[in-house]
């Protein structure tokens, strides 16, 4: 039993050794502050600038798709459903649902509602004299909609953690002060689980930062110059560009550096993510301990 | 108590108070907004059903081999049918000028003209007949299951996508399911504390290597290593892609099983050791039963991570749609294939179509491997916390 | 049953005003009744307990006091309560304006975790008071009515939770009359204290009833004796005797609250 377990490190071990043994060398400031211009398979001069400021457009447009919805819905299933109901048991389960919809799917989804549904019905409305399409095309906003619903359980979960942890005695002594459900979540539940609610987010712009299945059709670039400045250009992204130089590189060993650094550069950001959830999560949880 | 009636403290109480209309305001908008969830559920359905319909239908009626419509006919023929010969749209056919139009009917003559006679020519190849059973094709000697969307004759069977599928997410639970419960044990078991309280965050980060890495790492390190250790043909097989999907498989059963294992109270094995059995046998006789329902559960949706996952398979197969339960050769799976060839496709047309369909498979197949492992999981808290027998 | 309790209440409703009147009170969680046609009077000015085994229904009566009860899923009310004549389950009565005058202090002190200077002014911010002057003066003349003043007088900006036990339960007490309810209703108040804090508690009590009017739950019958005028003592969601606290500690009518107060059962 000890021995799975050590397989388990083991496999992680080799991997991220590997990786930072092949890649820290290509791995440095340049690298990661210059962009890659017409030049993205140049191991001397490439750089990830661009995917690394796609994949961040992507990951804060759609935390802030993600976090009112998901909130709202948590603070709806801890705070005003019954917990028993039809309905309530019906949302709980749509929750598991969208949890297990593969990656691949969401982006089958959001081509078909988001970039054409939606955009095709956007073209038409706002534009309907133009033939080329406008909003009916990959773009930024598709692809973070899109990212936005595969992360909504995560959000809505830890949400959900987090209001459950606060003693219910907090809430009966604000609706005995006579303050309403709505004060009553607005002045001590939102506040008390904030720590919990911020975990929830960062676990969700974790999860979605390395994803790639789902932004295949709805907004990454294979190559584009400069950087996305509207919502509905498309973006170069970190983990789409490492796809693109592992399959689709003309010198496979001649780019093998600048891989693995931008690995690293991929690896690095989710790691960072995922330690600062871990790390917030302890604290939520010694503060808790000592509290009651 | 009439007295009491015109204590002016009491007064405030029978007054409904303004605020209470926010109140409900505000309540019904709660309610709404956690209404999107199942929205979104239901969305997912509908778009992904929707554009696979026709084929589900079987209404998709385009075979290579058609009447030919001679240049000079332009004037005479209906619009509709034109249409559909020409494949355009009643936007692009409206926009167009007589002369494009003449000038399309030249370059379909001539496609009619290279078209290859025969009967494979004349066949609806979108029917369900020829999407799940085998066929022979002219040229081959015996029928087979073939997916070459792009070709002459298109054809998309998909039973090699199934098989690929199949075959690398079984590889990818037998090398995890082991490992995983192994650990999952021996984190809730076996392990110290302290031990326990370092592992567990470490999987967690697994968890959170994007699969586009572990593609990645399959791909340009394993792929060769183990092609040079065992010195098989194709360096990108099954083997290969199972064992990087097992790597992030892992984390997802590891937590799973290891939540079930915790969830069977204290009480149980404390009974067990107070008798005087080891850890090591309170685990395999008392605990690990109480939980097997969990384990089970946890399996179950490993497999439905295993199946749905995307780039790994994209990336270490090979992408070989050759039907075959050899676990070292190279092989397709459902997922890659959609991630590989939607891009190219013509919206709205067969091979898009027929790619939704394949992702209307893959959302039935994990609804249902979901669906059971959280009912499992489910009465299985409920039976440790007494509810039901 | 309920023929003795309309007698009861008969004969109370002559001697006292009655500030809060039950009548065929009876409330179900789901398929559990937990209060069974529940008839009595508390009256005005007065220190009136609940005795009675766990499970006996008096928190929930209390709890009808101030509709805490609507709080949870599938509770059924049936019966009537009034308080000063407005029957407080009709549908236009403002239940905010009834918790406002009907303080509660609960079992496990519930201080929020903010400052104690906080605590005190969230249910003044509440209902509508801004002005910092007028809500720093509240916040003392409630700390000194809580007798906590002087303990925390120099630290009303620390976190509440820093605070013992006994001074968490005071403080909440404090955050209860700071908005100026009329009755004050307490769930076993002392039952998570040591004796100090306890007495200091009970102390604070007799000193609270001159202004207002208080219903404790307690199972802490020499409490009881200390602090209240009157008690009722319940069991199995049925009012058994109700009477000055005199008359039923030592000379009870009925043989189950005889046993109970001399502590053969519960």
Redesign the interface.
């Known amino acids: 039993m000890a021995f799975a377990t050590a397989i388990i490190l083991a496999f992680a071990a080799v991997i991220l050794s590997n990786i930072l043994w092949q890649g820290w060398e290509a791995f440095s400031w340049r690298f990661i502050t210059s962009r890659a211009d017409q030049n993205m398979f140049d191991s001397q001069q490439a750089g990830v600038l661009q995917m690394i400021a796609g994949t961040s457009a992507r990951v804060v447009l759609m935390t802030i798709f993600v976090m009112p919805i998901g909130v709202i819905t948590a603070i709806y299933l801890t705070e005003y459903a019954r917990k028993d109901s039809l309905l309530t048991n019906l949302i709980q389960s749509a929750v598991n649902n969208l949890a297990g919809v593969p990656s691949i799917v969401f982006g089958l989804f959001g081509l078909g509602f988001f970039v054409n549904f939606i955009g095709g019905n956007l073209d038409l409305i706002l534009r309907p004299e133009q033939a080329a399409p406008y909003w009916r095309n990959p773009a930024l906003i598709w692809a973070s909609l899109t990212l936005a619903v595969m992360t909504l359980p995560v959000v809505i979960v830890s949400t959900e953690e987090a209001l459950k942890a606060i003693p219910p005695g907090l809430r009966e002594a604000s609706m005995a002060l006579g303050a309403t459900r709505l004060e009553t979540v607005i002045r001590i539940v939102i506040p008390q689980a904030l720590p919990g609610i911020m975990t929830g987010g960062v676990l969700a712009v974790g999860r979605a930062a390395g994803e790639v299945a789902p932004i295949l059709f709805t907004g990454a670039a294979y190559y584009m110059s400069g950087y996305p400045s509207h919502l509905t250009d498309q973006f170069m992204d970190l983990g789409y560009h490492i796809f693109i130089l592992s399959t689709q590189s003309p010198d496979i060993e001649g780019t093998r550096s600048i891989l693995y650094a931008t690995v690293i550069t991929l690896l690095l950001l989710t790691f960072t993510l995922n330690l600062l959830t871990i790390l917030m999560r302890a604290r939520i949880r010694t503060k808790l301990r000592t509290f009651h | ?5 015109s ?1 002016p ?2 007064q ?6 303004g ?2 209309l ?2 409900k305001a ?2 019904k908008f ?2 709404l ?6 929205l ?2 239901l ?2 359905f509908v ?2 059903a ?2 696979s319909l026709p084929i589900f239908l079987g209404t998709v009626e385009r075979s290579i081999v058609r009447e030919p419509i001679p240049v000079n006919a332009l004037t005479t023929t209906p619009p509709e049918e034109l249409m559909a010969y020409l494949d355009l749209s009643a ?1 692009e056919f409206q ?1 167009m000028e007589k002369e494009t139009l003449e000038l399309l009917l030249e370059v379909k003559l001539e496609e009619l003209a290279q078209a290859p006679i025969g009967t494979d020519a004349t066949i609806q190849t979108t029917r369900w007949r020829y999407l799940l059973l085998p066929f022979q094709w002219s040229g081959y000697d015996a029928p087979a299951f073939i997916w070459q969307p792009i070709s002459q004759i298109r054809k998309y069977n998909i039973v090699p996508l199934l098989i690929g599928s199949l075959k690398t997410s079984l590889i990818a639970l037998l090398f995890a399911v ?6 999952a ?3 809730s078991q ?2 110290p504390m302290r031990i326990r309280e370092w ?1 567990k ?6 968890a ?10 399959a ?3 394993m792929a060769t290593t183990l092609q040079e250790t065992f010195g098989y043909q194709s360096r990108l097989n099954a083997l290969v892609a199972g064992i990087a999907l097992g ?1 992030a498989v ?1 984390p997802v059963i ?1 937590s799973i099983a290891e939540d079930a294992l915790t969830s069977v109270p204290q009480s149980f094995s404390h009974a067990a050791l107070a008798l005087g059995s080891s850890r090591w046998q309170t685990a395999s006789s008392v605990v690990l039963p109480a939980a097997l329902p969990g384990i089970f559960a946890a399996v179950v ?1 490993g497999f ?2 295993a ?5 790994i398979v ?2 270490a197969t090979g992408n070989a749609s050759i039907v075959s339960w050899s676990l070292l050769d190279s092989t397709r799976t459902i ?1 890659a294939t ?2 590989a060839e ?2 190219e496709t013509v ?1 709205g047309g067969e091979h898009y179509r027929i ?2 369909v394949l ?1 209307t498979i ?2 039935g197949v ?2 249902l ?3 059971v492992g ?1 009912v499992v999981i489910h009465r299985l808290k409920r039976r440790l916390e007494g509810k039901i027998a | 049953m309920s023929q003795t309790q309309i007698e009861n209440a008969a004969d109370h409703e002559k001697a006292e005003a009655p500030l809060i009147v039950t009548r065929d009170l009876s409330v179900h969680y789901g398929a559990v009744q937990a209060l069974n046609q529940i008839s009595l009077n508390v009256s005005e000015h007065l220190v009136t307990a609940f005795i009675g085994p766990s499970g006996c229904g008096k928190s929930t009566l209390l709890r009808c006091f101030n509709r805490m009860n609507d709080l949870i899923d599938h509770v059924k009310t049936t019966g009537k309560v009034t308080i000063a004549g407005h029957d407080i389950y009709r549908s236009d009565i403002d239940v905010v304006q009834l918790r406002k005058k009907v303080g509660m202090v609960f079992q496990k002190s519930n201080p929020f975790p903010k400052s104690i200077r906080e605590n005190i002014m969230y249910g003044l911010r509440l209902h509508g008071m801004r002005e910092s002057n007028r809500l720093n003066e509240v916040v003392e003349s409630s700390l000194r009515s809580a007798a906590l003043w002087d303990e925390v007088k120099d630290r009303l900006d620390t976190n509440a939770l820093t605070l013992s036990g006994g001074q968490q339960q005071r403080l909440c007490i404090a955050r209860a009359i700071a908005i100026q309810p009329e009755i004050l209703l307490m769930d076993e108040p002392a039952s998570a204290l040591d004796p100090v804090a306890t007495a200091k508690i009970e102390e604070l009590i007799l000193t609270l009833k001159e202004r207002y009017t208080i219903v404790i739950v307690t199972h802490n019958m020499q409490q009881a004796t200390r602090i209240s005028d009157k008690t009722a003592f319940f069991y199995l969601g049925a009012l058994v005797e109700y009477g000055n606290t005199q008359a039923i500690f030592t000379n009870p009518k009925n043989r189950q609250t005889e046993d109970y107060v001399t502590g053969r059962f519960g």
């Open positions: 108590m009439k007295e009491n009636d204590n403290n009491w405030s109480l029978a007054n409904e108070s605020s209470s926010i109140e505000m309540e709660v309610f907004i956690s209404l999107t969830t199942i979104f559920v969305l997912i778009f992904i929707r554009e936007d926009s082991p490992i995983a419960i192994g650990a044990i021996y984190v076996l392990a592992i965050p470490m999987i967690e980060m697994m959170g290597i994007p699969s586009v890495v572990l593609g990645f790492f791909l340009i390190v790597l892992i590891f949706l439905g991570r199946i749905g996952e995307t780039m994209l990336m997922t959609i991630a939607l891009a919206f790619l939704f992702g893959l959302f994990t609804f491997a979901n669906l959280d």
